[in-house]
């Protein structure tokens, strides 16, 4: 699912205006980078949490060119489902 898609099934099913949903959405999503950017974690009760995860530093390997590169440390976004969250998708039957 796309956000147009989510915009126009949430207008959908709540009534209210596509202009406002997207409002909303575009709102909702801002609020989340800007908290994770400041190292907060964002939680959702019953969906989850959005969060950072340190990466520690590292020395890897160029395979095509066969020598080893250092990657510095790093932080990245991370998102955990809820229990209610994760045993919902346990019970979905691989297709």
Same mark, same amino acid.
């Given at each position: 699912?796309?956000?147009? !898609?989510?915009? *126009? @099934?949430?207008?959908? +099913?709540?009534? $209210? &205006? =596509?202009?406002?949903?997207?409002?909303?959405?575009?709102?909702?999503?801002?609020? $989340? =980078?800007?908290?994770?950017?400041? =190292? !907060?974690?964002?939680?959702?009760? &019953?969906?989850?949490? #959005?969060?950072?995860?340190? !990466?520690?530093?590292?020395?890897?390997?160029? $395979?095509?060119?066969? @020598?080893?590169?250092?990657? %510095?440390?790093?932080?990245?976004? =991370?998102?955990? %489902?809820? +229990? !209610? #969250?994760?045993? +919902?998708?346990? +019970?979905? *039957?691989?297709?």
């Amino acid at each position: 699912m796309t956000k147009a !898609q989510l915009i *126009k @099934e949430l207008s959908k +099913k709540t009534g $209210i &205006g =596509k202009a406002t949903v997207e409002a909303t959405v575009e709102s909702f999503m801002n609020i $989340i =980078k800007e908290e994770v950017a400041n =190292k !907060q974690t964002v939680s959702l009760r &019953g969906f989850g949490n #959005f969060m950072l995860k340190r !990466q520690a530093a590292k020395v890897a390997r160029n $395979i095509g060119k066969n @020598e080893a590169m250092y990657l %510095p440390e790093r932080f990245i976004p =991370k998102f955990k %489902p809820s +229990k !209610q #969250f994760s045993n +919902k998708l346990k +019970k979905l *039957k691989a297709v």
